[in-house]
């Protein structure tokens, strides 16, 4: 079966620009997640989605930070406007229940 | 909320020696235990899970975890490792009710020839 898609998989723009990241998970997972993995970090939880309701988004900028899922698949992570500290890899995840979380590959954003 | 510590942030074996790599969690019911793996340029896969049931576990590759909830530890284990196993090494809590996961900030392997 096709894995957790993500795009674009490098970006890199100036700061106070904004940005957005697509995920597409695997097909037929309700919950999706959207982690933030700093350069020697472990990754941290920005948002989690159950179909297209938001489960938890506690951990997210929400001044700067958005994100969505239309109709319960694809999602969209959205930063504006964007500082030098969200550098980061932005991974996305989905799950089939409350079990293992497949990852996507990331998105390597850079804030210059 | 939980928790996770990896103290080794970095770790060096020689190919074929055996593998220990530390975590210890803080976590106020049953935790959900997990370790991740992920190569350079690469999505996380996981390796194996604790759940309930047997406190040593198999996963893929090798490894296996043991969890011991009087040291509050789920370390990894491998008897031989191999050049391939170089990469960052996760490991994560989360609780049933929202799969909320917390990830340690890693330990990154090194196999030397």
């Known amino acids: 079966e096709a894995g957790v898609a993500q795009s674009p998989r490098y970006k890199i723009i100036e700061k106070r620009q904004s940005v957005a990241f697509w995920c597409n998970p695997i097909s037929g997972h309700a919950t999706l997640y959207w982690y933030q993995q700093i350069l020697g970090q472990g990754p941290k939880l920005l948002i989690q989605f159950q179909n297209n309701g938001v489960v938890d988004d506690s951990q997210l900028p929400k001044d700067r930070f958005s994100a969505e899922r239309l109709k319960g698949v694809d999602s969209t992570l959205k930063i504006q406007p964007a500082k030098l500290e969200d550098s980061a890899v932005y991974l996305c995840?989905?799950?089939?229940?409350?079990?293992?979380?497949?990852f996507g590959p990331g998105t390597r954003l850079t804030v210059l | 909320a939980q928790s996770v510590t990896q103290p080794d942030i970095h770790i060096t074996v020689s190919e074929g020696a055996s593998l220990e790599l530390r975590c210890n969690y803080s976590?106020?019911?049953?935790?959900?235990l997990f370790w991740y793996v992920q190569s350079p340029g690469q999505g996380l896969q996981l390796l194996l899970k604790?759940?309930?049931?047997?406190?040593l576990v198999q996963g893929i590759k090798g490894f296996e975890a043991e969890f011991k909830r009087s040291q509050s530890s789920f370390n990894l284990r491998k008897p031989s490792v191999h050049w391939s196993d170089a990469a960052e090494y996760f490991c994560?809590?989360?609780?049933?009710?929202?799969?909320?996961?917390?990830f340690g900030a890693g330990t990154r392997l090194t196999v030397k020839p």
């Open positions: 995840a989905s799950s089939l229940d409350r079990d293992e979380q497949f």
């Open positions: 604790y759940f309930s049931g047997d406190t």
């Open positions: 994560a809590v989360g609780s049933y009710n929202n799969n909320d996961m917390r």
């Open positions: 976590y106020g019911a049953t935790p959900y």
